[in-house]
């Protein structure tokens, strides 16, 4: 294996061979010349040594044994082996005292010596563990020989000068640097120049006043003599003097700055009198003086030195609060540094800078500080600021650090709430309110903004109570101009509870910052998205642990959306804010409003948004109320939450605002978070109510309040989808009853209904068919009818056909979703469960004598068919089919035993289109295939009812449908009505009364038609007068009339007079008139050789059949059609065996012999058809007139029927004996008329229960 790197050795030493001392070959007594260091085995060997040499009386050999030793300890960086020089310490110190005061042989002092000892002392005092083995005796001896030294006026310049470096080092002990032994070294450093002279004697002297200050602190203020030599030195034009002095000087200060007897004693200097050559003045006054001289000195960095010495004598004067304004010389010394802010010399402007902060330092401004002196320290920051053309980089991030350092110190932490008021107001309003947010025209869009981001960062600073940062009390002093200065970062955060208590002082700042930085609202890391986050969130922590909300919060809240309500009246275009960095527009401006609100409401929750405490005052600002019972002067406005004033805000038009899905996003993004506060689908539903009375109810919807109530209606659409924990069963009716929620919730689609008449607006079909299938799994179809359709309808009707209102416009859309929703329940028993589900044990009303749950909804729906028709327009061909193909989804879903009620009811809205008086359609058009549909339930279901109601009686009460149809002004309709009557009242034996107005139309349709007309009386005078009536015309053509229908029978109608066919059968039985003949078809269909088959004449009493089919040649003539799921009785009986046939019927007389077997009665001799999807009715089956379907009481929910709005066509009653064939073959209506409207599809609803 491969060897650790520990194991491994190096191939060959970088070091030379060393093989270890030779002691048999080094006589250390006969030795006269110490060997050099590397020759010693050991640091103890090499002392032992040196002790020799130094014991002996050699001159030179003590000086090698001082030089050997002393570089030795300065090749180590740590002491070699502390133990030895512990053992030779003691005898070292008596050599090195001995040699201290060596004296040449002529009795002088032997300089060489002396300092080779002196250095090997300072390499000594420059390691602490070895300056600590030296003993008080000696130490105090070494000092007292350097006072000695410094008094001597014959002194040596060298000796003298490593002495004061070997004082300046020393860490003596107390013992040893007491007061009286310090008195005497600063008495002899005072005087020494006196004797010497020279730049590396004072800066000696400035270095061991400096080591003092350090180590000595009382002593140096028991004697303070060396202050005069500190600012005799800090004006020197030396420039090395003039830095060290400044240094001692800006240290001196900071520490002995609050003692009194230091700040006493410069005091007392500049108060000294000085003669100069003219005059006598103060000292104070001489050095200001000297310094203004200075400014103008370049060289050498003269001037940019003035602001430190000037921060020197500053920093002296804090041993008492308010001593700097005091100061008798304090406004030459401003003039002073208002000299170095305005020289031109970019460091001295620098250094005034920090000199400035040195002040702020000395002065800490407080409750108790003149409005004077507050104002002095902004003042020249602000002029500077004003200087945007001529700053630099460096000279504005001086002043933004000198900004900082204001604020640093005049709102640092555990401020009084009046100090902050204070401040906040004469620095921070007036430096970031109206400096670096202010308007100028001179500057440049880039200056501007670099302004605002900076006006940010700073509030920013301020307002973050979340980021823990240490607060020092010297951060001024911790800087030059050369280290990193103050960031913003770094200011003191403020009290949450004040900034939350002055929310008109912040917004003071907050709105212009937020109006000019308004496009950059829109992306995160932003200033102003930083600075407004850092705000919400430090006023949001007070309220954290508060259970009611304060105040001050809504104070907050109120500011806000002061900023809010102004922004969104201004609009996109007219905010007077910066160029954006990334471009602006309509998605921005709705992207940086939704930000404010949703930052503001996540971090201080939805409460404060919902408590009614907000009222609207003078000037369109927002004022708080602090009780229901306090209502300010100045509010003018109803008292409401602030979500409510949000919500009628955004229903007023901003101008220059373009709405659409954006505008829908940010509605939507609002609301979310207060519907996801509340806990259950009723609660949300109740909101969005509150929200919906709040829609202006004067006129129609604007612009805004479409796309709101859009989203009102999607949010009610999510809160119904949602089934609660405890929506089944009984505990939902606990509070109220379920019919409560649903009334509630149609209100949302009332109120579009009613302002929004003309437009059915996105959302609606949505919440209506989700209520549906909600009501519907609730309380089954009943649920469904009388929860949500019938109500609707009333709604529907009350609005449009009744009242002042009843001419105006609206949606056909409406009536046909609501009309193709409604369902029946299957009986009596289902509809009472329903209404005990929706209202508990109380009904909601009078309980109808059948089980019809609806009245309004036939009225409706009448109603929209007779004034559609009325106010007919062909671009509106589609909104017709649509209610047109629901009329038949309705019938063809209503029960067989409330067929006959519900023509009733809608009759004379089906006849206005049946008839078409004014020939307002015709064939070929969207609606064609509707009318065809509803025509073909029409005459498929009302033969059903003659067993039930009776032949008069069905005359006497449909006849204006019926006359309709016969009356009709296309010949299709009326060749399919013929084929009504004949299969309704030909079996007619109990008589039968013919009101006028038909037995008119009969008569002129029997010269062309084949009709059945029992119990006819007809006069004399219509008998003669038969032959000069006008011949029926119609406005298609033969091929536009058999759009409309299917050649599946021969036409009843013929063109030309009809002739007798057979003159036997041309006698008349007693009363009655015998029927015609037939002649060639009218409406016949494209394929000419179809013919129609000739009708022999029967007895009017007898049941008269449909004319059968010629088999002989009826299958060859058919085409091939596609095969469909469901076949037509009377295809089919073309296609079963006579065997089958009769299987068949066998079938179907014993289903009616036990009709308890279904949910309601068969009509006798109805056969049974399945009911199919309304989606196959363009089928080619489907279109063939089959049996009509005997429905159950509640029909079985279809969910393909639902999915799709063509509504079926219902099957074609047949005649009484249904083993007869139909008179043609069936052709498929061309699918070229049916229209498709896929994105209509209705939403299943529930099984029936």
Same mark, same amino acid.
């Given at each position: 294996?491969v060897?650790? &790197?520990g194991?491994?050795?190096?191939?060959?030493?970088?070091?030379?061979?060393y093989?270890?001392v030779?002691?048999?070959?080094l006589?250390?007594?006969?030795?006269s010349k110490?060997s050099?260091?590397?020759?010693?085995?050991?640091?103890?060997?090499?002392?032992?040594?040196?002790?020799?040499?130094?014991?002996?009386?050699?001159?030179n &050999?003590?000086?090698?044994?001082?030089?050997?030793?002393?570089?030795?300890?300065?090749?180590?960086?740590?002491?070699?082996d502390?133990?030895?020089?512990?053992?030779?310490?003691?005898?070292?110190?008596?050599?090195?005292?001995?040699?201290?005061?060596?004296?040449?042989?002529?009795?002088?002092?032997?300089?060489?010596?002396v300092?080779?000892d002196?250095?090997? $002392?300072?390499?000594?005092?420059?390691? /602490?563990?070895?300056?600590?083995?030296?003993?008080n005796?000696?130490?105090?001896?070494?000092v007292d020989?350097a006072?000695?030294?410094?008094e001597?006026?014959?002194?040596?310049?060298?000796?003298?000068?490593?002495?004061?470096?070997?004082?300046?080092?020393?860490?003596?002990?107390?013992?040893?640097? #007491?007061?009286?032994?310090?008195?005497?070294?600063?008495?002899?450093?005072?005087?020494?120049?006196?004797?010497?002279?020279?730049?590396?004697?004072?800066?000696?002297? $400035?270095?061991?006043y400096?080591?003092?200050i350090?180590?000595s602190?009382p002593?140096m203020?028991?004697?303070?003599?060396?202050?005069?030599?500190?600012?005799?030195?800090?004006l020197s034009?030396v420039?090395?003097?003039?830095?060290?002095?400044?240094?001692?000087?800006?240290?001196?200060?900071?520490?002995?700055?609050t003692?009194?007897r230091?700040?006493?004693?410069?005091m007392?200097?500049?108060?000294?009198?000085r003669?100069?050559?003219?005059?006598?003045?103060?000292?104070?006054e001489?050095?200001?003086?000297?310094?203004q001289?200075?400014?103008?000195?370049?060289?050498?960095?003269?001037?940019?030195?003035?602001?430190?010495?000037?921060?020197?004598?500053?920093?002296?004067?804090?041993?008492?609060?308010?001593?700097?304004?005091q100061?008798?010389?304090?406004?030459?010394?401003?003039?002073v540094?208002?000299?170095?802010?305005?020289?031109?010399?970019?460091?001295?402007?620098?250094?005034a800078?920090?000199?400035?902060?040195?002040?702020?330092?000395?002065?800490?401004?407080?409750?108790?500080?003149?409005?004077?002196?507050?104002?002095?320290l902004?003042?020249?920051?602000?002029?500077?600021?004003?200087?945007?053309?001529?700053?630099?980089?460096?000279a504005?991030?001086?002043?933004?650090?000198?900004?900082?350092?204001?604020?640093?110190?005049? @709102?640092?932490p555990?401020?009084?709430?009046?100090?902050?008021?204070?401040y906040?107001?004469?620095?921070?309003?007036?430096?970031v309110?109206?400096t670096?947010?202010?308007?100028?025209?001179?500057?440049?869009p880039?200056s501007?903004?670099?302004d605002?981001?900076?006006?940010?960062?700073?509030?920013?600073?301020?307002f973050?109570?979340?980021?823990?940062?240490?607060?020092?009390?010297?951060?001024?002093?911790?800087?030059s /101009?050369?280290?990193?200065?103050?960031?913003?970062?770094?200011?003191?955060?403020?009290?949450?509870?004040?900034l939350?208590?002055?929310?008109?002082?912040?917004?003071?700042?907050?709105?212009p910052?937020?109006?000019? @930085?308004?496009?950059?609202?829109?992306?995160?890391g932003?200033?102003?998205?930083?600075?407004?986050?850092?705000?919400?969130?430090?006023?949001?922590?007070?309220?954290?642990?508060e259970?009611?909300?304060?105040?001050?919060?809504?104070?907050?809240?109120?500011c806000?959306?002061?900023?809010?309500?102004?922004?969104?009246?201004?609009?996109?275009?007219?905010?007077?804010?910066?160029?954006?960095l990334?471009?602006?527009?309509?998605?921005?401006?709705?992207?940086?409003?939704?930000?404010?609100?949703?930052?503001?409401?996540?971090?201080?929750?939805? $409460?404060?948004?919902?408590e009614?405490?907000?009222s609207?005052?003078?000037q369109d600002?927002?004022?708080?109320?602090?009780?229901?019972?306090?209502?300010?002067r100045?509010?003018?406005g109803?008292?409401?939450?602030?979500?409510?004033?949000?919500?009628?805000?955004?229903?007023?038009?901003?101008?220059?605002?373009e709405?659409?899905?954006?505008?829908?996003?940010?509605?939507?993004?609002?609301?979310?978070?207060f519907?996801?506060?509340?806990?259950s689908?009723?609660?949300?539903?109740?909101?969005?109510?509150e929200?919906?009375?709040?829609?202006?109810?004067?006129?129609?919807? #604007?612009?805004?309040?479409?796309?709101?109530?859009?989203?009102?209606?999607d949010?009610?659409?999510?809160?119904?989808?949602?089934?609660?924990?405890?929506?089944?069963?009984?505990?939902?009716?606990?509070?109220?009853?379920?019919?409560?929620?649903?009334?509630?919730?149609?209100e949302?689609l009332?109120?579009c209904?009613h302002?929004s008449?003309r437009i059915?607006?996105?959302?609606?079909?949505?919440?209506?068919?989700?209520?549906v299938?909600?009501a519907t799994?609730?309380?089954?179809?009943?649920?469904?009818?009388?929860?949500?359709?019938?109500?609707?309808?009333?709604?529907?009707t009350?609005r449009?056909?009744?009242?002042a209102a009843?001419g105006?416009?609206?949606?056909?859309?409406?009536?046909?979703?609501?009309?193709?929703?409604?369902n029946?329940?299957?009986?009596?028993?289902? @509809?009472?469960?329903?209404?005990?589900?929706?209202?508990?044990a109380?009904?909601g009303?009078?309980?109808?004598?059948?089980?019809?749950p609806?009245?309004?909804l036939?009225?409706?729906?009448?109603?929209?068919?007779?004034?559609?028709?009325?106010?007919f327009?062909?671009d509106?061909?589609?909104?017709?089919s649509?209610?047109?193909?629901a009329?038949t989804?309705?019938?063809g879903?209503?029960?067989?035993?409330?067929?006959?009620?519900?023509?009733?009811?809608?009759?004379?809205?089906?006849?206005?289109?049946?008839?078409?008086?004014?020939?307002?359609f015709?064939?070929?058009?969207?609606?064609?295939?509707?009318?065809?549909?509803?025509?073909?339930?029409?005459c498929?279901?009302?033969?059903?009812?003659?067993?039930?109601?009776?032949?008069?009686?069905?005359?006497s009460?449909?006849?204006?449908?019926?006359?309709?149809?016969?009356?009709?002004?296309?010949?299709?309709?009326?060749?399919?009505?013929?084929?009504?009557?004949?299969?309704?009242?030909?079996?007619?034996?109990?008589?039968l009364?013919?009101?006028?107005?038909?037995?008119?139309?009969?008569?002129?349709?029997?010269?062309?038609?084949?009709?059945?007309l029992?119990f006819?009386?007809?006069?004399?005078?219509s008998?003669?007068?038969?032959?000069?009536?006008?011949?029926?015309?119609?406005?298609e053509?033969q091929n536009?009339?058999?759009?409309?229908?299917?050649p599946?029978?021969?036409?009843?109608?013929?063109?030309q007079?009809?002739?007798?066919?057979?003159?036997?059968?041309?006698?008349?039985s007693?009363?009655?008139?015998?029927?015609r003949?037939?002649s060639?078809?009218?409406?016949v269909?494209?394929?000419?050789?179809?013919?129609?088959?000739?009708?022999?004449f029967?007895?009017?009493?007898k049941?008269?059949?449909?004319p059968?089919?010629?088999?002989?040649?009826?299958?060859?003539?058919?085409?091939?059609?596609?095969?469909?799921?469901?076949?037509?009785?009377r295809?089919?009986?073309?296609?079963?065996?006579?065997?089958?046939?009769?299987v068949k019927?066998?079938?179907?007389i014993?289903?009616?012999m036990?009709?308890?077997?279904?949910?309601?009665?068969?009509?006798?001799?109805?056969?049974? /058809?399945?009911e199919?999807?309304?989606?196959?009715?363009?089928?080619?089956?489907?279109?063939?007139?089959?049996p009509?379907?005997?429905?159950?009481t509640?029909?079985?929910l279809?969910?393909?029927?639902?999915?799709?709005?063509?509504v079926?066509?219902?099957?074609?009653?047949?005649?009484?004996?249904?083993?007869?064939?139909?008179?043609?073959p069936?052709e498929?209506?061309?699918k070229?008329?049916?229209?498709?409207?896929?994105?209509e599809?209705d939403?299943?609803s &529930?099984?029936?229960?």
């Amino acid at each position: 294996p491969v060897p650790t &790197s520990g194991e491994r050795k190096p191939i060959k030493s970088i070091l030379k061979p060393y093989n270890g001392v030779n002691i048999s070959s080094l006589n250390l007594v006969s030795t006269s010349k110490l060997s050099p260091p590397h020759t010693y085995s050991s640091l103890a060997t090499m002392l032992e040594s040196v002790a020799q040499q130094l014991a002996g009386e050699d001159r030179n &050999s003590r000086m090698d044994a001082y030089t050997t030793l002393s570089g030795t300890i300065k090749a180590h960086d740590n002491v070699p082996d502390i133990r030895a020089l512990k053992e030779k310490m003691g005898l070292l110190q008596q050599f090195m005292k001995r040699d201290l005061a060596a004296k040449t042989s002529t009795g002088s002092l032997d300089t060489p010596l002396v300092i080779n000892d002196l250095i090997l $002392l300072s390499s000594f005092l420059h390691k /602490t563990a070895i300056a600590d083995l030296f003993n008080n005796e000696f130490s105090a001896y070494l000092v007292d020989h350097a006072i000695k030294t410094f008094e001597d006026p014959a002194m040596s310049k060298d000796i003298a000068k490593h002495l004061m470096f070997i004082i300046a080092q020393q860490s003596f002990s107390t013992k040893v640097m #007491n007061i009286e032994r310090v008195g005497r070294l600063i008495h002899a450093l005072h005087e020494i120049e006196n004797f010497v002279k020279g730049k590396s004697i004072v800066i000696g002297r $400035l270095n061991i006043y400096r080591n003092l200050i350090r180590k000595s602190r009382p002593c140096m203020l028991a004697n303070t003599d060396w202050v005069e030599d500190l600012f005799g030195d800090i004006l020197s034009s030396v420039k090395d003097t003039r830095t060290h002095a400044i240094e001692l000087g800006l240290e001196a200060a900071l520490v002995l700055g609050t003692e009194s007897r230091a700040s006493r004693a410069v005091m007392e200097i500049f108060q000294r009198e000085r003669q100069d050559e003219q005059s006598v003045t103060k000292y104070g006054e001489h050095f200001a003086k000297r310094m203004q001289t200075m400014v103008h000195k370049k060289q050498e960095g003269g001037s940019a030195s003035v602001p430190q010495i000037w921060s020197v004598v500053v920093l002296f004067l804090r041993c008492r609060p308010r001593q700097f304004e005091q100061w008798a010389f304090m406004n030459v010394w401003l003039k002073v540094i208002q000299e170095c802010f305005n020289c031109s010399d970019q460091q001295t402007k620098l250094e005034a800078n920090l000199a400035w902060n040195r002040l702020v330092f000395a002065i800490r401004p407080d409750e108790k500080t003149s409005p004077n002196i507050i104002s002095i320290l902004s003042r020249p920051l602000l002029e500077q600021l004003k200087r945007k053309g001529k700053a630099t980089g460096k000279a504005r991030k001086a002043t933004l650090n000198s900004i900082c350092v204001l604020l640093y110190y005049s @709102l640092w932490p555990n401020s009084t709430q009046t100090q902050l008021d204070q401040y906040w107001d004469n620095y921070v309003l007036q430096i970031v309110g109206n400096t670096l947010t202010s308007h100028n025209s001179l500057q440049t869009p880039e200056s501007a903004r670099q302004d605002r981001i900076d006006a940010c960062l700073i509030l920013k600073g301020l307002f973050d109570s979340t980021t823990p940062r240490l607060w020092k009390d010297t951060r001024a002093m911790d800087f030059s /101009t050369t280290d990193s200065n103050m960031d913003a970062s770094e200011l003191p955060a403020l009290d949450s509870k004040w900034l939350r208590k002055s929310a008109l002082r912040v917004f003071t700042l907050m709105n212009p910052l937020l109006e000019q @930085l308004y496009w950059d609202l829109t992306e995160e890391g932003t200033a102003i998205t930083s600075l407004w986050d850092t705000y919400i969130t430090s006023i949001a922590a007070p309220a954290v642990k508060e259970v009611k909300v304060a105040n001050e919060t809504m104070a907050c809240v109120a500011c806000i959306f002061n900023f809010l309500y102004r922004t969104w009246h201004t609009g996109p275009k007219n905010l007077q804010s910066l160029p954006a960095l990334n471009g602006s527009g309509l998605e921005k401006f709705l992207s940086s409003f939704t930000n404010i609100i949703l930052s503001a409401i996540d971090k201080l929750g939805v $409460l404060p948004f919902t408590e009614k405490l907000l009222s609207i005052g003078n000037q369109d600002t927002f004022v708080v109320i602090s009780t229901p019972s306090h209502r300010p002067r100045n509010s003018r406005g109803e008292i409401q939450c602030p979500l409510h004033h949000l919500f009628i805000l955004l229903t007023n038009i901003c101008p220059g605002l373009e709405y659409g899905e954006k505008f829908t996003s940010m509605v939507r993004r609002i609301l979310t978070p207060f519907i996801n506060a509340r806990p259950s689908s009723r609660s949300q539903m109740e909101l969005i109510k509150e929200l919906l009375q709040l829609l202006p109810v004067d006129g129609e919807f #604007n612009e805004p309040c479409k796309l709101i109530w859009q989203v009102l209606a999607d949010l009610a659409t999510r809160a119904t989808d949602t089934r609660d924990d405890n929506s089944n069963g009984n505990l939902r009716n606990i509070d109220q009853p379920l019919g409560v929620d649903y009334r509630n919730a149609l209100e949302i689609l009332e109120v579009c209904i009613h302002r929004s008449p003309r437009i059915l607006l996105p959302g609606w079909r949505s919440l209506y068919e989700a209520l549906v299938n909600s009501a519907t799994l609730d309380a089954g179809d009943g649920g469904r009818a009388i929860a949500i359709i019938e109500p609707l309808a009333r709604s529907f009707t009350a609005r449009f056909f009744k009242g002042a209102a009843a001419g105006s416009d609206y949606s056909l859309a409406y009536c046909r979703m609501i009309v193709s929703k409604a369902n029946y329940p299957k009986d009596r028993q289902a @509809l009472d469960g329903a209404r005990r589900r929706l209202w508990g044990a109380a009904t909601g009303g009078m309980k109808p004598s059948n089980f019809d749950p609806y009245n309004e909804l036939y009225i409706c729906l009448q109603g929209c068919l007779e004034r559609s028709y009325a106010s007919f327009k062909k671009d509106q061909a589609l909104e017709y089919s649509d209610v047109l193909s629901a009329t038949t989804g309705l019938l063809g879903r209503c029960p067989a035993v409330m067929l006959y009620s519900v023509y009733l009811k809608l009759q004379n809205g089906i006849a206005c289109w049946i008839l078409d008086k004014d020939s307002k359609f015709s064939a070929g058009n969207a609606y064609s295939q509707a009318i065809t549909s509803l025509w073909m339930t029409v005459c498929n279901q009302i033969p059903n009812m003659r067993h039930n109601h009776g032949h008069s009686a069905i005359l006497s009460n449909l006849e204006p449908i019926i006359l309709a149809g016969l009356e009709s002004s296309h010949g299709a309709i009326v060749n399919e009505a013929v084929r009504l009557w004949n299969a309704t009242f030909a079996d007619c034996t109990e008589g039968l009364e013919y009101p006028p107005k038909v037995r008119v139309v009969l008569l002129r349709l029997r010269l062309i038609a084949d009709l059945q007309l029992p119990f006819f009386q007809e006069t004399v005078e219509s008998e003669a007068s038969e032959e000069h009536r006008q011949r029926l015309t119609f406005p298609e053509t033969q091929n536009d009339s058999a759009t409309f229908f299917e050649p599946r029978f021969g036409s009843i109608l013929g063109k030309q007079p009809i002739t007798r066919l057979d003159s036997s059968m041309d006698q008349k039985s007693e009363g009655q008139i015998p029927i015609r003949g037939v002649s060639p078809l009218l409406g016949v269909n494209k394929r000419s050789r179809e013919e129609t088959p000739e009708v022999g004449f029967r007895n009017a009493k007898k049941r008269i059949p449909t004319p059968k089919l010629r088999h002989d040649d009826s299958q060859i003539q058919f085409e091939a059609i596609d095969s469909s799921p469901i076949i037509d009785e009377r295809l089919e009986s073309q296609l079963l065996t006579d065997r089958q046939k009769e299987v068949k019927e066998r079938q179907k007389i014993e289903a009616a012999m036990f009709p308890d077997l279904r949910s309601s009665p068969r009509t006798k001799g109805t056969p049974s /058809t399945p009911e199919l999807p309304s989606h196959r009715s363009t089928s080619k089956t489907r279109s063939i007139a089959s049996p009509t379907i005997a429905r159950k009481t509640t029909p079985t929910l279809i969910l393909q029927a639902e999915e799709d709005d063509f509504v079926n066509s219902s099957p074609t009653p047949t005649r009484a004996n249904t083993s007869e064939p139909p008179s043609s073959p069936p052709e498929a209506i061309t699918k070229k008329q049916i229209a498709s409207y896929d994105d209509e599809s209705d939403i299943p609803s &529930s099984p029936p229960e």
